[in-house]
């Protein structure tokens, strides 16, 4: 069965940090590149991270920067999201895809698997 599947979301208190893990089932991540979105409740889908598996690259959205590191452990086909930092204003369900969306890695629309989503709650 071909899935993502996220894991490490949870509830901290704002500077916290958590790691989200994304591990892929029934197919490997080479050549693919691997997006973190998120959705707040009444908005819109957002890119927040993306790494390219063939060479390594990686993106950020400019809200996460110098906060948010993207890796991937090609052995285990998974990939993680360490998130310092916290802020209110990143609670959000988080959810990891794969595909390949061709230099807009911010696009939901260009990725092919996704996973069923991890909540984060940053709060006080």
């Known amino acids: 069965q071909v899935q993502l599947v996220e894991s490490g979301g949870g509830s901290v208190q704002p500077g916290g940090s958590l790691r989200l893990s994304c591990a892929a089932s029934?197919?490997?991540?080479?050549?693919?590149?691997i997006g973190w979105f998120r959705q707040a409740p009444g908005k819109e889908r957002e890119g927040v991270s993306c790494?390219?598996?063939?060479?390594?690259?990686?993106y950020y959205a400019d809200s996460v920067k110098g906060r948010f590191t993207i890796s991937e452990d090609v052995a285990m086909d998974t990939v993680y999201l360490q998130m310092n930092n916290l802020k209110p204003e990143d609670t959000a369900v988080y959810y990891c895809?794969?595909?390949?969306?061709?230099?807009?890695?911010?696009?939901?629309?260009?990725?092919?698997?996704w996973g069923q989503g991890t909540q984060v709650t940053v709060s006080s």
């Open positions: 895809a794969a595909g390949d969306p061709l230099g807009t890695w911010y696009n939901p629309l260009g990725y092919t698997y």
């Open positions: 029934g197919f490997t991540l080479d050549y693919l590149a």
């Open positions: 790494i390219t598996s063939d060479d390594g690259s990686t």
